[in-house]
């Protein structure tokens, strides 16, 4: 039997809450952006500099987290067998996958 991996709205905006990213959440068909201030197994508390927005989890339909950081050192993809794998990113700003063929 073939190990799977579910991919929950509460997985993505933990990952961007740990990683420090921005998200942008759509409820009732309106994008709202901020950084994750708070998260529990009900609710998003998203952030701003000007405001706090207090969501249902069950509110929201899909969740988008930047792919990628100018500013990141590494950034987390998944390979052929769904596993997380780290990048390191070059000096040209790109990022190289370990076994990756140039």
Same mark, same amino acid.
């Given at each position: !039997? +073939? &190990?799977?991996?579910?991919?929950?709205? &509460?997985? *993505?905006? $933990?990952?961007? %809450?740990?990683?420090?990213?921005?998200?942008?959440?759509?409820? #009732?068909?309106?994008?709202? $952006? &901020?950084?994750? *201030?708070?998260?529990?197994? #009900? &609710?998003?508390?998203?952030?701003?500099?000007? /405001? #706090?927005?207090?969501? $249902?989890?069950?509110?929201?339909? *899909?969740?988008?987290?930047?792919?990628? !950081?100018?500013?990141?050192?590494?950034? %987390?993809? @998944?390979? /052929?067998? +769904?596993?997380?794998? !780290?990048?390191?990113? /070059? %000096?040209?700003?790109? @990022?190289?996958?370990?076994?990756? *063929?140039?």
């Amino acid at each position: !039997m +073939h &190990g799977s991996t579910l991919f929950t709205v &509460g997985t *993505a905006l $933990r990952r961007a %809450e740990d990683n420090h990213l921005p998200v942008e959440v759509l409820v #009732h068909g309106q994008w709202l $952006r &901020g950084n994750v *201030a708070g998260l529990d197994g #009900h &609710g998003l508390i998203l952030s701003t500099h000007a /405001e #706090h927005s207090v969501i $249902r989890l069950d509110s929201i339909c *899909a969740v988008r987290i930047p792919e990628t !950081m100018p500013d990141a050192p590494v950034a %987390e993809t @998944f390979d /052929e067998q +769904h596993q997380l794998a !780290m990048a390191a990113r /070059e %000096e040209d700003g790109s @990022f190289a996958m370990p076994g990756a *063929a140039v």
